[in-house]
C-alpha cells in the first residue's frame, strides 16, 4: 500500500458542521469524542477531492437503453480518473474507487499571543499521531500544565490569556519535520510562531478558542431580525493545519492527485458557507 499525507491549511475560517446543538452553540463544529479536536471527515475531503473530476456520462442498461431514476431523471456515472480513483455506485456497474482517504486530524491550532500576533500550538499527542500516520522521526518534548517548549529567549509567553513558562526551546528536526509538509506562505513563519503545549492545555484551546459567528436575518417589515434567523456558528480559524493520509495500491492514483491539486493552484472550499467566503484552504499531498 502506497501512502502520502494530505494537508489542509486553512485561509479563511472553516465549519463542517455537526448539526444542530442543545447548546449556547446552535451549529458546532464536528469534533473528536475523546479529544474534542475539531476533525474534517473522510467523506468530506473524499466528496471535494471527487468533484475535482466532473466527467459524467449517462447510464445505460444492457440493451443500450438510458436509464433514469425513480423522479425519471437520468442517472449519471463517473467516468475516466474520477472512476479510477472515487469508483461508481451505480448499482448495476459498482466499482470501489482505488483512492482511500482518511479523516483530517488537527495538528496545529493557532491562537492569540502577546508577542508576534499569534501562534501555532501543538501538543505531544497530536505529534505522535503525525509520526505515526507519516513514519516522519523526530523529538517530541512533554511540558506540564503550564509549561510551553517555544524559541523565544522570553522567560514567560501570554497566549489568549494564559501566562505560560518557557521551558526550553524546539528542537529544530521537529521544525522542518513540520515546515516542509505545507508550502503556504503564512506556514513558512512556523520556526517563529510554533509552541509545544501539554495536551490538556491543547484540548482546552482547541475547544473553547474557535471563532463564534452570530447570523441574523433582518426582517424587512419589521426591521428587527426574523424570528428563528438569529443562530451561533462555531468556526475553526483561519491558519489551522490539518493532515489526512491517503493510500492507494496503485502509484498512479497518488500522483493523478497531486497533479490535479496543481491545476486549481492547490486551493479548495470544505464545508458549508462557501458563498461567505468560509472554508477555503491551501491543500496539497506530499
Known amino acids: 500500500m502506497k501512502q502520502s499525507i494530505l494537508t489542509i491549511f486553512t485561509r479563511t475560517p472553516l465549519h463542517v458542521g455537526a448539526g444542530s446543538s442543545v447548546g449556547a452553540i446552535d451549529q458546532p463544529v464536528i469534533r473528536e469524542r475523546h479529544t474534542r479536536f475539531p476533525v474534517i471527515p473522510g467523506s468530506s475531503i473524499k466528496g471535494v477531492l471527487a468533484d475535482l473530476w466532473p466527467e459524467r456520462v449517462q447510464a445505460t442498461d444492457k440493451d443500450g437503453k438510458l436509464r433514469t431514476d425513480k423522479n425519471d431523471k437520468p442517472i449519471m456515472i463517473r467516468t475516466g480518473d474520477g472512476r479510477l480513483l472515487f469508483g ?27 508577542r508576534g500576533c499569534f501562534a501555532w500550538i501543538t501538543c505531544p499527542l497530536a505529534l505522535n499521531r503525525f ?8 523529538p517530541v518534548s512533554t511540558p506540564d500544565e503550564g509549561e510551553v517548549h517555544a ?14 513558562t518557557v521551558k526550553g526551546p524546539i528542537d529544530a528536526k521537529l521544525i ?36 463564534i459567528a452570530q447570523h441574523i436575518r433582518i426582517d424587512d417589515e419589521t426591521g428587527v431580525v426574523a424570528k428563528g434567523a438569529l443562530f451561533n456558528q462555531e468556526n ?6 490539518f493532515y489526512a493520509v491517503v493510500q492507494s495500491h496503485d502509484d498512479a492514483v497518488l500522483s493523478k492527485c497531486a497533479e490535479k491539486l496543481k491545476d486549481v493552484e492547490h486551493l ?13 484552504c491551501s491543500v496539497s499531498v506530499k
Open 88 to 114: 461508481s455506485d451505480d448499482d448495476q456497474k459498482a466499482d470501489a474507487g482505488k483512492l482511500l482517504i482518511g479523516e483530517g486530524r488537527l495538528l496545529a491550532f493557532p491562537i492569540r499571543a502577546a
Open 131 to 138: 509520526m505515526r500516520d507519516s513514519g516522519k522521526s523526530f
Open 151 to 164: 524559541n523565544t529567549k522570553e522567560p514567560k509567553v501570554i497566549f489568549e490569556e494564559y501566562p505560560l
Open 176 to 211: 522542518e519535520a513540520l515546515q516542509g509538509i505545507c508550502d503556504d506562505k503564512v506556514w513558512q513563519e512556523l520556526p517563529d510562531k510554533l509552541a509545544v503545549v501539554s495536551d490538556e492545555l491543547f484540548s482546552y484551546f482547541a475547544e473553547n478558542a474557535c471563532e
Open 236 to 241: 475553526v480559524p483561519s491558519e489551522t493545519l
Open 268 to 280: 479548495l472550499q470544505f464545508g458549508a458557507d462557501a458563498t461567505t467566503g468560509l472554508g477555503w
